[in-house]
């Protein structure tokens, strides 16, 4: 038990340090390009903000939508969207070489790897409902069957009454003909 907790106070620490300078290098980029390409700083910051936060909200959209047994599919296409717009920031604010791309391209890759971790732990569709089961110590009291009411008895076959010969039961068209 403890060992488990210990575990999960690791996990959580290691997931908001990355997170932390992940979410650090991202917003920098984004605002030092938004910057270089003519907007005002405000604004530079404002876009970051925008895009790295909506790309943490639609990771935690994902999740809440996938315990209530919701599609997910629109929003992970969001979610694909802001993090490459992050990644294009960063790997433009790098140096122009393959290093400088990849050492660029490492707060969002991390940022991508810890949303696709996270959200694995959460289950595709709520658990099922545990059946109620009865109380031990509820007693029900069985219930009382009526019979059936006994079936009409019917006379053998042998016993059946035939009309006389000539009558025509009721119901019954009269034969009118000659028989040779």
């Known amino acids: 038990m403890i060992r488990a907790r210990a575990e999960s106070g690791a996990r959580l620490l290691i997931l908001l340090a990355?997170?932390?300078?992940?979410?650090?290098?991202?917003?920098?980029?984004?605002?030092?390009?938004?910057?270089?390409?003519?907007?005002?700083?405000?604004?530079?910051?404002?876009?970051?903000?925008?895009?790295?936060?909506?790309?943490?909200?639609?990771?935690?959209?994902i999740r809440a939508r996938r315990r209530a047994g919701r599609p997910v599919g629109m929003v992970?296409?969001?979610l694909v969207a802001f993090a490459l717009l992050s990644l294009?920031?960063?790997?433009?604010?790098?140096?122009?070489?393959?290093?400088?791309?990849?050492v660029a391209a490492v707060p969002s890759l991390a940022f991508l790897a810890l949303v696709k971790v996270v959200?694995?732990?959460?289950?595709?569709?709520?658990?099922?409902?545990?059946?109620?089961?009865?109380?031990?110590?509820?007693?029900?009291?069985p219930q009382q069957v009526e019979p059936a009411p006994p079936a009409p008895v019917m006379p053998p076959a042998s016993a059946a009454v035939l009309p006389p010969v000539g009558v025509v039961p009721p119901n019954r068209p009269q034969v009118?003909?000659?028989?040779?």
């Not at 979410?23 to 530079?44: E, N, R, Y």
């Open 76 to 78: 992970g296409v969001l």
């Open 88 to 102: 294009a920031a960063q790997v433009a604010e790098a140096e122009p070489s393959v290093w400088g791309w990849i």
């Open 18 to 61: 990355v997170g932390t300078m992940a979410g650090a290098a991202a917003f920098t980029h984004v605002h030092d390009l938004t910057v270089a390409h003519g907007q005002p700083d405000w604004i530079g910051w404002a876009n970051a903000v925008a895009v790295e936060l909506m790309a943490i909200y639609l990771g935690l959209e």
């Open 176 to 180: 009118v003909g000659i028989i040779r």
């Open 119 to 141: 959200l694995s732990s959460a289950p595709a569709v709520p658990p099922a409902p545990e059946p109620e089961q009865p109380r031990a110590d509820w007693y029900d009291e």
